[in-house]
């Protein structure tokens, strides 16, 4: 099993319409989670960080469930400038006693008229 | 504010030459990541970084890569010799403290012939 897990999509949406990713991760000691997008050929830009009492930045929210161990992001009023791949980063623990950041391989978003 | 810098935009050589790659973190951060995203395994951590210490090099797939960060405005990633499976995006990434968002260079194409 993957350590971080999301599904790749895509998910095609007409403008307006409001849609959510899961992410989900296998260890349960992580911490730290975030959401990127990334533009075709781009480098991946932080969208938001997630915390645990869940946050909103506008048509964007972010939750953490820790107890089954996924994030989610939600996008309401979807525009055409949000179609992109959309990143989840865990910072998992690992064996040595560090974190390790860990992305998902991302969700593509697809917003038409 | 300038923001994480890597240089070359563009590489391509023939494969079992020498191939170095440049990051000039954002200043104050004192993390700092090294990226290959391919179609096939997306986004994966190779080395970070922490007080210019390497913390975790986990994902460095073979001794041909290495990376240094010979102080807090400075690393490369090199790979000696090259093959033509290196080929990918390299990024760089940089954050002020491990558990903080990261910040993205442009990314270096790398191509081996």
């Known amino acids: 099993r993957k350590e971080v897990e999301q599904d790749p999509g895509p998910f095609n949406v007409p403008e307006g319409a409001t849609v959510a990713f899961n992410c989900t991760y296998s260890?349960?000691?992580?911490?730290?989670f975030f959401w990127y997008r990334q533009d075709c050929r781009k480098e991946p830009k932080l969208l938001m960080s997630?915390?645990?009492s869940g946050n909103e930045d506008g048509r964007f929210t972010a939750q953490l469930n820790r107890a089954s161990q996924y994030i989610s992001l939600l996008i309401r009023d979807s525009k055409l400038s949000d179609s992109a791949t959309y990143l989840c980063?865990?910072?998992?623990?690992?064996?040595?006693?560090?974190?390790?950041?860990?992305f998902g391989r991302g969700t593509s978003l697809i917003v038409h008229p | 504010d300038a923001g994480v810098i890597q240089s070359p935009r563009h590489e391509v050589t023939e494969m079992g030459q020498e191939v170095t790659l440049r990051c000039k973190p954002i200043?104050?951060?004192?993390?700092l990541f090294w990226y290959r995203q391919t179609m096939m395994r997306g986004l994966e951590l190779l080395i970070y970084?922490?007080?210019?210490?390497?913390?975790?090099d986990s994902g460095m797939p073979e001794d041909r890569f290495s990376a240094k960060m010979p102080n807090a405005s400075f690393s490369t990633l090199k790979i000696q010799p090259s093959e033509p499976r290196d080929s990918a995006v390299y990024f760089c990434?940089?954050?002020?403290?491990?558990?903080?968002?990261?910040?993205f260079g442009d990314g270096t194409r790398l191509s081996i012939l």
């Open positions: 990434a940089s954050s002020r403290g491990f558990n903080q968002p990261q910040h």
């Open positions: 980063v865990v910072n998992i623990h690992a064996s040595g006693g560090s974190y390790i950041p860990t």
């Open positions: 970084f922490n007080n210019n210490v390497p913390i975790d």
């Open positions: 200043s104050g951060h004192n993390s």
């Open positions: 260890n349960s000691a992580s911490q730290s």
């Open positions: 997630v915390y645990s």
